[in-house]
């Protein structure tokens, strides 16, 4: 069982900052591209981030420049660093991996998603 889990959201005034955090856990034998998703309400999943194992990453144009992505391989973990927010970033960030289990094929994995609410 592979289970990814995020945490860090919550409610930030426009212009704060806020980091989120996602730990893959069960039996991982690889994890290839991690990365951050988000939902706004009555809009599509898009990509926000991914980061490879070797550190490559890859922002969407919306968030260049204001949010940083980073892994840590050996503890299994990514971070979305937001700073300079803006309520247009609200919406649920869902982390993803694409994950090679111990017993079984890679797949890709969600985690349940946490809700990122920006003020204005």
């Known amino acids: 069982q592979v289970q990814l889990v995020e945490s860090g959201g919550g409610l930030v005034q426009a212009g704060g900052s806020l980091r989120l955090s996602c730990a893959a856990s069960?039996?991982?034998?690889?994890?290839?591209?991690m990365g951050w998703y988000r939902q706004a309400p009555g809009k599509q999943r898009e990509l926000v981030a991914t980061v490879t194992g070797g550190g490559n990453t890859n922002y969407s144009d919306s968030v260049k420049g204001r949010f940083t992505i980073s892994r840590d391989n050996a503890k299994h973990t990514v971070d979305l660093r937001m700073n300079s927010l803006k309520p247009e970033d609200t919406g649920v960030y869902y982390c993803?991996?694409?994950?090679?289990?111990?017993?079984?094929?890679?797949?890709?994995?969600w985690g349940q998603g946490t809700q990122v609410t920006v003020s204005s």
């Open positions: 993803n991996g694409d994950v090679t289990p111990i017993r079984g094929r890679r797949s890709s994995y």
């Open positions: 069960g039996s991982i034998f690889a994890i290839g591209v």
